[in-house]
């Protein structure tokens, strides 16, 4: 399949450029991209020239578009010497091209080409992406000089004569352009370029793309170019970078150019709101026969509806509520409030207020807020009636501090006891703690029945529940010195319930005797020192009263050692994207380092996720989740584009944490007219997407404006369910405390001194991730088990073929480098280019007689390829890839197996074939193991006398390079030893050398396996 994938660029105008002649200048543009150059008219004597002229680029490999940058240079023409000067240049990343239907012109601050030179103005360009068949590349002018390029009249004058390339295939007027051709690097027509490259288990899917240019003249050499396989993705799957007007300016490359006051939200798009607020009522009148009255209030504005809650029989209600009407969607001059009295058949008319929305002040924080006015009500007939309502109303942005816990109008009408769960809302995550229990021994311990106890402790903390090993004992004195841990959070609810149990038969325990500890009156440590242990009376089980407590004769004790660690980090999110890791204790946190904001702005083609009217909807809200603070932004209901326009703060303490941002569907808003999902258990906030953002891979003061594909991975395959327009700034404090925190251990000094083992911190993790989703739940709206789980990867540890075919592919994509340069140094000693390896054995030479340069040679290498790849740096921030995560190649009964419950609820037949697959899989790991330890045996079977004629030759090996060594200088040793490394082929036998013959003849414990 060929790609007619081309890149258009649109040169529009440009801007008070730099006068050069007389205060003015003759501008012209020269737009380079992969390795092809175009050129503009020129415009004589015109510091704001428009252009106008359209020019389209041949992609010679779509698959490292990313990486190659779109340089336009504008230049000032000096006929009189026929030379020109640079006014200024722009570069724009490949990241930011998008496609024909959303590129929009933008205006390019023009910067210096050097260091010296000068630069002023703004460039007007249009760049898209099109894959349009009929579109055809640029073709290339011929070169001319200054003098005799023609004026934008003449020029004007002979293009009605010569005839439009383009007039047969657009519609569209295209003006005439010149080119300056490179003959050198000029593209040749290419042919399929692979975009995934082939691989294994099961082969993948071979895709490709192809870069088709127009004929020139002349016949070109038939060139094939091959790109190593890159860990791309498809177009629709990449971040893309904008450039939106935020609340402090434009935003253009990651610089902001400052337009009017910001305020606080600088990171999100300033919108107006008309907020109402209803406060109160006083002297309604009765309604009903019996004299009761049920008030609510309506707010109509056009279209939209909102309604208050009701109170019973109440003629002084106060409902305090505050409503927000996007004034981009106001479509009347007039708000209207009306009061109601709620009945079974009909609601009863109480009267209503009329407000001039032309009236409305306009408040500005931080103004003081707007105090509330009385207003009479209007009733059926057009009197003013008994009764009064207190009512706010005006004009504001999302800076107003009433704007989170305001009701938004939406395109649907929600319920007043709705309105909780749709609000925006800050959520502290709990502080939690480990708990460490070290149970010594116990004494006194008599057991019901007559036997040889089997005595064990089991501890429990609230839904954890955890038991030591059964010891004997012939005595009453019972020895275990085990420890366990716990997760407690404050506040601590629940206490340290501690028993001894005694088996007397395989299903049945009998409690001894049992003990209660508060959490809160344990020690709390900060470091490794021990904590003194205690002596812990324990009591009958059953007692529950004082009194009887301690008339109770029961001598029995245990010896705990038990104390709250607070030294430790309780990991309660998996390990690969941690957002804290600060210990537990406050005393021991250091100061911030520097500041993360992040503007939520808005969410792009969501897919619905329900049905409302017969038709796709979607009630979307934002979480994220960074440090000790999870924020929720309010739900946009019925809006498969919501805009959020939120903006949220994070202290940072070490940037090396990853922020998560999640979006979600609200399942606590109807869907259906005909389904209650607020009483259907299995209902759940549906995962739309994911975004996590590394905050060391962030420069430091750059804003990143980009949209992030919403890739969720599904039994059917990866999906792509939208887009999330996000705003970023990470700022630092000090960039030398920045430096400095790449030296400080990642983990607080705990886990170093007494380190925690892979299946505690497990076992550790996931009691905390229950924890937070608990204490979350319980808030007000609530953020529910599957988000918490979801956000903080709870399913992360269980096991997935896809996952571990990623993690073996990226394994080996770090030893391609090593391969890599080993295969170089191989065609080096195979002489496949001679000069190369003469240049090799050259510094050989230097290297062995001046052995002082190795290390220096080694460490300007490494610079030197760090300075290279710099112009090749990362321009976005990472964000998840297909390719690298094996999501776009995966067996769809391997993505069945990966969202399976565990344990598992398949049929025992797909179970079966799963594990037979598994124990294919294994068994090439275990032969490949296998190897590696057939190696190791060798190496040590040499001096182990295993095998004695090997071992003897060895020995004398040995013995002989020992004296050759000592009498003959090392410079020598290795000059004969690079050399006959190296040697020409025509020295060299196609079979193994004899070293390697002797070392695979060497035994290993491979005969001794059954």
């Known amino acids: ?108 601050p023009l910067e210096k080409r050097t260091i010296l030179s000068r630069a002023r103005g703004e460039l007007g360009l249009r760049v898209f992406l099109t894959d349009d068949p009929s579109v055809r590349v640029s073709p290339p002018g011929q070169e001319f000089d200054f003098i005799s390029t023609p004026t934008t009249a003449q020029e004007q004058a002979a293009a009605n004569v010569i005839p439009n390339p383009f007039q047969e295939t657009r519609a569209e007027q295209v003006r005439q352009f010149q080119h300056l051709p490179k003959e050198q690097h000029r593209p040749q027509p290419m042919t399929a370029q692979p975009y995934y490259p082939e691989s294994s288990y099961g082969q993948q899917q071979q895709k490709s793309y192809a870069a088709v240019g127009n004929k020139v003249e002349g016949p070109p050499p038939p060139v094939m170019r091959m790109y190593a396989p890159g860990p791309q993705q498809p177009v629709d799957f990449q971040l893309k970078e904008t450039s939106p007007t935020l609340g402090g300016g434009r935003v253009i ?40 009255l049920d008030p609510y209030v309506e707010v109509h504005l056009g279209n939209y509806k909102m309604k208050t809650k009701y109170f019973e029989k109440n003629q002084r209600p106060e409902w305090d509520e505050v409503f927000a009407f996007p004034r981009e969607v106001m479509q009347s001059t007039q708000l209207e409030v009306v009061v109601k009295d709620k009945d079974v058949i009909r609601d009863d008319y109480v009267g209503r207020v009329t407000i001039d929305l032309n009236e409305v002040p306009l408040r500005v924080p931080p103004d003081s807020p707007l105090a509330p006015e009385w207003y009479r009500l209007l009733g059926k007939e057009g009197y003013r009636d008994k009764g009064e309502l207190m009512l706010a109303v005006w004009y504001g942005t999302q800076a107003d501090e009433c704007f989170p816990s305001a009701i938004h109008a939406g395109s649907a009408p929600i ?54 090993r059964p010891a004997r004992s012939p005595t009453r004195n019972f020895m275990w010195n085990e420890e366990m841990m716990f997760v407690a959070a404050e506040p601590f609810e629940e206490d340290l319930f501690i028993t001894i149990e005694d088996r007397v038969a395989p299903n049945k325990d009998e409690v001894i005797g049992e003990l209660l500890i508060p959490l809160a009156r344990l020690p709390r440590r900060a470091d490794h020192k021990p904590v003194r242990p205690a002596w812990f009376d324990l009591r009958r089980p059953g007692l529950i009263d004082l009194n009887k407590i301690k008339e109770d004769k029961f001598y029995a004790k245990v010896h705990l ?202 076992m550790l993790r996931h009691q905390a991730v229950q924890l937070v989703a608990q204490r979350l739940g319980r808030m007000e709206p609530p953020v529910r088990r599957e988000v918490v789980e979801f956000m903080s990867d709870a399913r992360s540890h269980l096991w997935s073929m896809r996952r571990s075919k990623a993690n073996f592919f990226r394994l080996m994509q770090v030893f391609s480098g090593f391969i890599a340069a080993g295969k170089w140094f191989g065609d080096v000693c195979q002489w496949k280019n001679p000069v190369t390896t003469v240049l090799v054995h050259v510094l050989f030479i230097m290297l062995v007689f001046y052995p002082d340069l190795i290390l220096p040679t080694i460490f300007l290498y490494m610079s030197l390829i760090g300075l290279w790849n ?25 993505l069945d197996e990966e969202f399976d419950t565990f344990p598992t609820s398949k049929s025992p037949d797909l179970v079966r074939m799963r594990y037979d ?88 414990k491979t005969d001794s396996l059954l």
């Not at 009017?260 to 999100?268: F, M, S, T, W």
């Not at 070290?438 to 036997?451: C, R, T």
């Not at 804003?703 to 992030?708: D, E, L, M, R």
């Not at 006959?980 to 013959?997: T, Y």
């Open 1 to 108: 399949m060929l790609s007619n994938l081309k890149l258009g660029v649109e040169v529009t105008s440009a801007h008070d450029l730099l006068p050069k002649e007389q205060g003015t200048s003759n501008p012209f543009v020269e737009i380079e991209f992969d390795d092809q150059k175009f050129r503009t008219a020129i415009k004589d004597g015109d510091i704001n020239p428009v252009w106008n002229e359209h020019f389209y680029f041949n992609i010679s490999d779509p698959s490292r578009l990313q990486e190659k940058d779109l340089e336009a240079y504008v230049y000032h023409v000096n006929r009189t010497s026929n030379s020109k000067t640079c006014l200024g240049k722009v570069r724009i990343s490949g990241t930011s091209f998008v496609s024909h239907s959303d590129a929009t012109p933008l205006h390019y």
């Open 253 to 292: 490359g990651g610089r902001v150019i400052p337009g009017e006051k910001a305020g606080a939200y600088d990171l999100v798009e300033k919108m107006q709101y008309l907020f109402v607020r209803v406060v109160k009522a006083r002297d309604l009148p009765h309604m009903d026969i019996t004299g009761s």
């Open 415 to 468: 319920d007043s006891h709705f309105h909780n769960y749709i609000r925006g809302k800050v959520y502290p995550v709990p502080r939690m703690w480990y708990v460490r229990v070290n149970v010594i021994e116990a004494q006194d311990i008599i057991p019901m029945e007559n036997h040889i106890p089997d005595v064990f402790v089991k501890m429990r903390l609230g839904h954890q529940v955890l038991k030591t």
């Open 561 to 762: 050692r038990v104390c709250l660690e607070g030294g430790y980090h309780v990991l309660d999110e998996s390990t690969q994207y941690c957002s804290d890791l600060r210990p537990t204790m406050k005393q021991l946190w250091k100061p911030p380092i520097g500041l993360l904001e992040v503007g939520i702005l808005s969410a792009n083609g969501l897919t619905p996720t329900k049905t409302r009217s017969e038709r796709g909807s979607c009630d979307a809200y934002c979480v994220a989740k960074y440090g000790q603070k999870w924020v929720r932004t309010r739900t946009i209901v019925d809006n498969l584009n919501p805009k959020f326009n939120e903006q949220y703060t994070w202290d940072v303490f070490d940037h090396g944490t990853v922020l998560t941002i999640g979006l979600f569907d609200n399942c606590h808003i109807t869907g259906d007219s005909n389904h209650n999902h607020s009483s259907s258990p299995s209902h759940m906030d549906k995962p739309i997407g994911k975004v996590r953002i590394r905050l060391s891979t962030l420069e430091t003061g750059r804003v990143y404006t980009h949209t992030y594909p919403l890739l969720v991975l599904h039994p059917s395959g990866v999906k792509k369910m939208g887009e999330l327009h996000l705003a970023i700034r990470f700022s630092a404090t000090s960039l030398l405390n920045v430096f400095f925190t790449y030296s400080r251990p990642l983990l607080p000094k705990m886990h170093y001194a007494q380190p925690l083992s892979i299946v505690q911190q497990e």
């Open 870 to 894: 710099y112009r090749f740096r990362p321009r976005v921030p990472p964000h998840m890839n297909t390719r690298i995560s094996h999501a776009d190649m995966t067996n769809p009964d391997e």
């Open 917 to 1004: 697959r598994l124990r294919h899989v294994a068994g090439r790991i275990q032969t490949v193991v296998g190897d590696i330890a057939t190696q190791g045996e060798r190496i040590q079977s040499l001096l182990s006398w295993r095998d004695p004629r090997a071992t003897s030759m060895f020995l004398l090996f040995c013995l002989l390079t020992a004296i050759i060594l000592y009498v003959t200088p090392f410079q020598v040793i290795a000059l004969c030893l690079g050399f006959f490394w190296m040697r020409h082929p025509r020295f060299r036998h196609k079979v193994p050398s004899a070293p390697i013959n002797f070392f695979r003849r060497l035994p290993a």
